[in-house]
Nanobody, 128 residues
Framework: QVQLVESGGGSVQVGDSLRLSCVAP????????ISWFRQAPGKEREFVAS????????KYAASVEGRFTISRDNSKNTAYLQMNSLKSEDTGVYFC?????????????????????WGQGTQVTVSS
C-alpha cells in the first residue's frame, strides 16, 4: 500500500519560514513526479509546486513563486517544500501527491484529479 506522509507544519508569524517534508517509504520514488497542493477552509485544493523525476525541473503557482522551493532526495524517498516569507494567505492544509510518469521531464498537471497518491496533509497557519 502506497503511503505519503507529510510533516513540518505548524503555526508561525507572517514573514517566518517553514520546511515541509513528504516521505513515501513504499514508493519507487524516482519513478514519480511529486507535487504539493494546499487547501484553505472553504476553498478548493490548489496546486503549489511540483518537481520532475529527473533533472529536478520545478514548477510553481504564481502566488508562491520566489518564496517557496520544492526539492527531492530520491535516496531518502523524500520531497521537501521550503516556505519563506510566509503570508497569512498561505494558511491551509498542505498535501503532497505523486503520480507515475515515464518522462523524466514531465512536471505533472496543476489539477488535483491528475495525481494518483496523496498524503493526509499537514496544517500550516500563518498569523499576523
Amino acid at each position: 500500500q502506497v503511503q505519503l506522509v507529510e510533516s513540518g507544519g505548524g503555526s508561525v508569524q507572517v514573514g517566518d519560514s517553514l520546511r515541509l517534508s513528504c516521505v513515501a517509504p513504499t514508493l519507487t520514488f524516482n519513478n514519480y513526479v511529486i507535487s504539493w497542493f494546499r487547501q484553505a477552509p472553504g476553498k478548493e485544493r490548489e496546486f503549489v509546486a511540483s518537481i520532475t523525476r529527473g533533472f529536478d525541473i520545478t514548477k510553481y503557482a504564481a502566488s508562491v513563486e520566489g518564496r517557496f522551493t520544492i526539492s527531492r532526495d530520491n535516496s531518502k524517498n523524500t520531497a521537501y517544500l521550503q516556505m519563506n516569507s510566509l503570508k497569512s494567505e498561505d494558511t491551509g492544509v498542505y498535501f503532497c501527491a505523486a503520480v507515475f510518469q515515464s518522462s523524466l521531464r514531465s512536471s505533472g498537471s496543476r489539477e488535483p484529479s491528475s495525481w494518483r497518491y496523496w498524503g493526509q496533509g499537514t496544517q500550516v497557519t500563518v498569523s499576523s
